[in-house]
């Protein structure tokens, strides 16, 4: 605003016509002289990426899949419950880091989001919702912390108290463990972070995330500790998606619990029903074996989730929709993630 002529305090009044009375154009931003709105409106535009799909699921979830251009697409997801709404946001169309089970990994890397793409899902969720988004998680489509550079401003925006004022603690940086921007994250914007653990040891979990072979789980474990010294919550959520007779048996629970233990990172898990898709060549772990899993890590103190699958009837999981829309070719075009991290 000052480089453009303007008291600086025009900052706060146009982030909370933009993000808080979600304006889309500047002629409606009426406190501000129309010389300004005019000057605005030629260098800018207020406009979301265009919709191709807005599904409601019977469970209330809603789901609306973004064009990102080039036959790419991303999803965008809110889950509502009772005492709260949380919205789900994608930072990359595909993503290149490839883990096995993820369909958005199978389609490969397009391309990064903007920061005005990855805040313009929560403006278009709150114009769009009857109550606005409580929670953020970014466990969209992507790997939000190898889109850093462009993740930053639209996290600070989320906590500004002139845009969208969420505390730390309800914003979740979800990420399969990209060490040195952990640290950056921590550095810069330190919210919730959830990392995708999936596996106890080296071996597997380097299979089933192949960016475990750059950043093996010693590392990832202490990348954890340093989090958690900065961190708005005393824990780092860890997800670990269950996939039948893969990584979901009695044993693997107890040398998960010896990791954590050994290693000394406090922590929470959330255990995530894989999601099947044609051709991934993976099941869901079944209900007993869940429970099971479950029944041993809360048997050694840790608190448990397992995440409810919701809007099963819009598919509404991971990458699922986008991946009936975009381009196929591109998964020959897949980046290599131990070149590019
Ligand atoms: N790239 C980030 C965030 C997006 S994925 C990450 O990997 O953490 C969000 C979560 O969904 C991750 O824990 C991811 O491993 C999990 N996930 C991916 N594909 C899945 C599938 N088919 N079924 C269940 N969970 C899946
Ligand atoms: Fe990327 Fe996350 Fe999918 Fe792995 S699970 S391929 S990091 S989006």
Redesign the pocket.
Known sequence: MVSRGEKPFRARQLLQWLHQRQATDFESMTDLAKSFRSGLATDAVIEGMPVLRDNLSSDGTRKWLLDAGQGNAIETVFIPEDDRGTLCISSQAG?A?D?R?????RQGFARNLRTSEIIGQLHMANRALPVPVTNVV???????LLNFDQLLPALELMLNDHAYGLSRRRVTV???GVVPMMDRLSEACPVAL???L?APTDDLRSQL?PLNQKYPLSELMAACRRYLAHAPRDFITF?Y?MLRGVNDTPEMAWMLIDLVQRESVSCKFNL??????PG?GYERSTSTSIKTFADILSKAGHVVTIRRTRGDDIDA???QLAGQVQDRTRRSQRIEIHERA
């Not at 970014?138 to 939000?144: A, K, R, S, V, Y």
């Open positions: 993503c880091v883990c089970f993820c369909s958005t990994g970014l466990m969209g489509m992507g790997e939000p979800s990420s399969s959830a990392v995708s999936h995330v997800e998606v995530i029903p894989f999601n099947p898709f991934s999981a991971c990458g």
